[in-house]
């Protein structure tokens, strides 16, 4: 039992002394327990801060809704007033013609008159006296006209006709029509004139207005010969009674007569007031109708003129004087 205990102490000695020469493990020290402390304050801090610079899914899904509610608004709401104002401009020509659409076809619509196809201007006529003025015109638009055109008296003297006519066939563009209208000379003597213009459909007035003048108590007295032939309407007409401009200058004179059934006419035009070169007298053989002359005066100086139609046979009739002037101009 002795030696029990002595190899019992010897054994704890020896485990002693094995201890003291293993190696040391040393212990922390206090600057390395603040630098730990330190290097683990900072880990912490950078998570956290990567947390806050990096969305979690949670946010993204919340704000993914909100965004997708807003885009499909917009779109609801622009058609719903891009109908409303659709309709409404649609609506209106359906009903009335629309405004801007007239002015159009007032801009694309022309007419030109082109000549006085009987009736010249200042023909005589008795008191009550029918008859019927025709214009030619020339459609210059970009429209065709059609029988929904019209010719309409816009002012000056009525002379009993109608306050319209309508274009009597389609007139496409460039092509040439001639109007009618039916009048009655008034009643009391005197010089008439009234106006005419073109109208579409649409009743935008556009082209020339054109005019028709009758001297009504000047005609020329009917003169039946032995055959009982009559010439009657004789007239004149000058292009410009009164010019100022420089010299020579040429009037033109329009002259006309009707004849009521065919015979060898004569006829020449006279003038006064002036050196005149005069054409001859001319006899023709013409069939009943109305016959349309001109002739051209060459005037040298200043001054003051008349001229007249002259019928010598198978009648003798005349027709009113026209007077007309010349100012020479430097």
Known sequence: MKKLTILSLLTLFWLLASCQNAPAVPSPTAAQIN????RTAAAQTAVMRLTELIPSATPAATQTP????????????????A??????????????PSPVAAAAEAGNSNGVFVKDVNIPDNTAFNPGASFTKTWQFINNGQTTWTQAYELVFISGDGMGGP??????????????????????????????KGFWRL????????????????????????????????VSNVMINVDNAAVSTSCPHKFMFTTSFTLNAAAAITYQLEAGGFEFSLPQARTETLSAGTYTFTYELEVSVSGNGWA?????????????????????QP
């Open 35 to 38: 630098a730990d402390t330190i």
């Open 66 to 81: 909100t965004e997708t509610l807003q885009a499909t608004l917009m779109p609801d709401n622009r058609p719903t007033q």
């Open 83 to 96: 109908i409303t104002t659709t309709q409404g401009v649609t609506a209106t020509p359906s009903i009335t």
């Open 163 to 192: 306050a319209s006519v309508k274009v009597p066939l389609e007139v496409a563009p460039n092509q040439v029509v001639d109007i009618s209208v039916n009048l009655v000379a008034p009643q009391n003597n005197g010089t008439y």
């Open 199 to 230: 109208r579409s459909p649409g009743g935008k007035f556009f082209g020339d207005a054109v005019y028709v003048q009758i001297v009504v108590g000047s005609a020329a007295a009917a003169t039946p010969d032995a055959g009982g032939l009559t």
């Open 308 to 328: 007249r139609m002259h019928i010598t046979a198978p009648v003798d009739a005349k027709s009113s004087d026209v007077a007309f002037s010349l100012t020479c």
